[in-house]
């Protein structure tokens, strides 16, 4: 990505916005960082400055610390590494693992990837017998990057915010500012509302357009996705078995203002990867960006929509941090943002630490300039080469047809999609239930029937780590030529 032509002013203004400040403007804030200015000075004098810097630099770091615990902030590891309170915590867990595998702490043996075995992952599994694991979304791609990155980690301190609390600003200003220097969405004039994850702030969604629009005495909203959908969706809208909304399978449904119609629209889509748009006229829609990133897709211009639509946005594709479970939703209307918001506050309120983590992380994406971003992407750009080359000849396997490629503004190129994953259809007779097709082979994807399809399409993830992402190619390229 070509950086700003146009810096940040001063490192107040950076953190203002919840931006990590520019490097230009990081300078060593001690006076024993700095080389001697006079090559004169006598050794007593150099003892008394000495004295003196240090008795300043503890002064400093005691009045900073309290100030932090009087208003409830963590402090983070960049900034304590800087202030000298502590080093840095190296992570060795690949390394026990002979970089195959990863180990817990406190634990004796290592959790080795697909393919791998032994207590330290040192032994390879022939490759006609093991067995890969491809039908989840836990975006490991990016534990590499991160294990390379320790300055990024943040620690919290037992004294921070014991009580209960809401959406943090800082994570609401980071936010902001990420849509703002990656340029795939608007937020200005907008509401943002945080969540536990995706998955709740489309429940979310769901509860505050039926409350809009449903009169009282008539049936519950209707909630569609076009055929192949993420087969999260329909949980939901089953599960609660509520009279605000409800799934609705197979064709799409007629909004009217008697009978009103909620359209979830994934782009770019789970499972094939395609960028769709609202295709019922007079629908509320809930555009799930989930993988609408550069290391995805290429960025041509930032989604706007208007009241009748939210959009949604989470940190586990983005940063790979699926755990921490944070989502947000950018809402053009107050009161489906407020609804919204009274949903999240009503089913599981607001965890401090996950806020918490997740502020830091943008923050260290948005100063380094979303190298997290280019390292996914090269990795993404090279499983979707590796595939092709793999597809080109087989009459077994046909996969997904991508769209062109277009200009993309993070890398101001022509940039091709690399979806999260690849959507397998299996062609011969042999293999009408592919799922089990190529289960038989040692590869576990995602039934087609999970996602509305028919029984002869099955999903892969392309999101594991890249050993294991090698071996699964390595089976693939076995399973298209039997």
């Given at each position: ?11 107040e203004?950076a ?21 001697a ?17 240090t ?6 770091l005691?009045?900073t ?7 409830g902030?963590?402090?983070t ?8 309170v502590f080093?840095?915590l ?13 180990i ?75 849509h703002a ?28 357009f039926?409350?809009v ?21 329909a ?6 078995d ?5 799934w ?9 203002a ?6 979830i ?23 799930d ?9 290429p ?15 989470t940190?586990?594709?983005l ?10 939703a950018?809402v ?7 609804l ?9 309120g607001?965890?401090?630490e996950n ?5 830091h992380?943008?923050?260290?994406v ?14 993404m750009q ?8 793999i597809?080109?000849?087989s ?16 890398t ?7 979806p ?11 293999d ?8 038989n082979e ?6 087609g ?5 028919g029984?002869?399409y ?13 071996s ?5 390229e ?5």
């Amino acid at each position: 990505m070509s950086k700003p032509s146009s810096q940040l002013q001063s490192i107040e203004q950076a953190l203002e916005i919840g931006q990590a400040p520019p490097r230009e403007l990081e300078t060593d804030s001690l006076l024993l960082n700095k080389p001697a200015q006079q090559a004169h000075w006598q050794p007593t004098k150099v003892v008394l400055l000495l004295s003196i810097a240090t008795i300043l630099s503890l002064a400093v770091l005691a009045v900073t610390l309290h100030f932090l615990s009087l208003h409830g902030e963590a402090v983070t590891s960049s900034t304590a590494q800087q202030m000298g309170v502590f080093p840095l915590l190296t992570d060795d867990s690949r390394i026990l693992c002979s970089m195959n595998g990863i180990i817990a702490e406190g634990e004796k043996s290592c959790s080795c990837y697909d393919c791998w075995q032994g207590k330290d992952c040192s032994v390879g599994t022939d490759i006609h017998q093991c067995n890969i694991t491809a039908d989840s979304g836990t975006p490991l791609l990016f534990e590499d990057y991160w294990l390379a990155h320790p300055e990024a980690e943040v620690r919290v301190r037992a004294s921070f915010h014991q009580g209960y609390g809401g959406p943090l600003p800082q994570l609401e200003a980071a936010i902001r500012a990420l849509h703002a220097q990656v340029g795939n969405a608007v937020t200005d004039g907008r509401q943002i509302v945080i969540g536990m994850g995706s998955s709740m702030l489309i429940t979310a969604a769901m509860y505050a357009f039926s409350n809009v629009s449903r009169t009282p005495g008539v049936q519950a909203t209707q909630v569609y996705s076009a055929i192949p959908y993420y087969n999260g969706y329909a949980w939901p809208a089953a599960y609660y078995d509520n009279r605000l909304f409800e799934w609705t399978a197979g064709a799409a449904p007629v909004a009217t203002a008697e009978d009103p119609v909620i359209e979830i629209i994934t782009a770019p889509n789970n499972p094939d990867g395609a960028m769709r748009n609202k295709t019922i006229e007079g629908s509320f829609g809930v555009h799930d960006h989930a993988y609408y990133w550069p290391q995805f897709a290429p960025i041509p211009a930032p989604v706007a929509y208007g009241p009748s639509d939210v959009a949604i946005f989470t940190l586990s594709k983005l940063t790979g941090h699926a755990g921490s479970r944070i989502g947000w939703a950018i809402v053009g209307d107050e009161s489906i943002a407020a609804l919204m918001s009274d949903h999240v506050a009503r089913a599981s309120g607001y965890v401090q630490e996950n806020q918490l983590r997740a502020t830091h992380l943008l923050q260290y994406v948005l100063g380094d300039y979303g190298s997290v971003i280019d390292y996914a992407r090269e990795h993404m750009q090279h499983r979707w080469e590796r595939l092709r080359t793999i597809m080109a000849t087989s009459m077994r396997l046909q996969m997904q047809i991508l769209e062109a490629a277009q200009y993309d503004s993070w890398t101001q190129t022509m940039s091709s999609p690399a979806p999260a994953y690849v959507w397998l259809q299996c062609t011969e007779p042999r293999d009408q239930d592919c799922y089990q097709a190529m289960l038989n082979e040692g590869i576990k994807g995602r039934p087609g029937p999970a996602f509305g399809a028919g029984a002869e399409y099955n999903r892969l993830e392309l999101l594991m780590q890249p050993a294991v992402f090698e071996s699964m190619a390595a089976k693939l390229e076995l399973f298209v030529a039997n």
